[in-house]
């Protein structure tokens, strides 16, 4: 059942490339230019409308939706907030009939998500779910939706099902950029031709699996750990971070590279491992910056760079290379490396990986 590999956490990290196939099969046409999800033609008008997009979900789902955001405001020029459901949905928020809401939730059956979603409909907002499972609470209580084809998820931790609401959130924000005209035809053409080049990028981000072994063996006995990303990739230190939380139990916090020096550089001595998702693309030279301030307090810095990079190799400690994408892709990419990361680091203290103490794969209550 866990087709060879040790534990189903690890059978899903490698079945990445082909969910995300699975996610975009039929929907995304990059040689004709097209982009086609029934659930986004069929309530277009909803879409292009909205004053705003409001996205609520909880964990993974919501860092999914913090990508989303950059995605969705960048391609589509639409402002896009991110909550809480839990906190959304108990402070009285404002919501109006030209609101979209998006839910993201894998299970489709997370207590706190269902109930954002109602409130929502009360007050006659449209409701968009990106459900995984078919068929679901979530899915079912959505006006329209977009499932993700990632398949049964049975480890707790979310891995495939995080990149497929990616997958799922770019093509969407890539199709209302279409109806709108707020990319330019050519760059739509590179994001689709792009997008369909990711499954095997991920294939190749894959082989890293060396790479996160070696660098687990290093730091798998660190009480704590920093992740550091900056723009579309500062969400996915947040998850790399939940990830090493929730199955190593190892305290970690994911921050924007930037705020570093608002607190959390303090922390930095020679015992902290720092790591940070540095590709070519996007700010990197902020990012850099970032490194050597790390660097100069001896923090330990483990970097994910884009292949052939030179200059943060030289500043850290361990690097992991990984194929390049665009900026606003790259989410897809170096999540890949920070997931086996955190699957070694807890499969050498030995913990219990598809099943972590106090979790539970669907939150029903609340
Ligand atoms: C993290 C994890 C949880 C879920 C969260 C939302 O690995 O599994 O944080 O992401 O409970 O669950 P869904 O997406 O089912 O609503």
Known sequence: ?????????????????????????????????????????????????????????????????????????????????????????????????????????????????????????????????????????????????????????????????FTTQITVLTMLALRLAKAKGTLSHSDFHRYLLELELIPEKVKEALGTIDRAKEIAAAFKDAPNCLYLGRGYNFPVALEGALKLKEISYIHAEGYPAAEMKHGPIALIDEQMPVVVIAPKQGHYDKIVSNIQEIKSRSGKIIAVVTKGDTQVRELADYVIEIPETSDALSPLITTIPLQLLSYYIAVYRDC????????AKSVTVE
């Open 352 to 359: 219990n990986v598809d099943q972590p103490r106090n979790l």
């Open 1 to 161: 059942e866990k087709g060879g590999f040790d534990h189903f956490m690890l059978k899903e990290i490698f079945e990445q490339p082909n969910v995300i196939k699975d996610t975009y099969r039929g929907r995304l046409h990059a040689d004709k230019g097209i982009i086609q999800m029934s659930g986004v033609e069929d309530h277009l008008e909803k879409f292009l409308n909205a004053d705003r997009i409001i996205i609520v979900a909880c964990g993974t789902s919501w860092h999914a939706g913090l990508v989303a955001e950059y995605i969705i405001e960048e391609f589509a020029r639409v402002s896009v907030e991110v909550e809480y459901a839990s906190e959304f949905r108990y402070r009285n928020p404002i919501i109006k009939s030209t609101d979209v809401v998006i839910a993201i939730s894998q299970s489709g059956e997370t207590a706190d998500t269902m109930a954002a979603i109602k409130l929502a409909k009360e007050q006659g907002a449209f409701v968009f779910g990106v459900c995984n499972v078919v068929g679901s609470s979530i899915s079912r209580e959505s006006h329209a939706g977009a499932y993700t084809h990632a398949g049964p998820e049975i480890g707790v931790a979310s891995t495939k099902a």
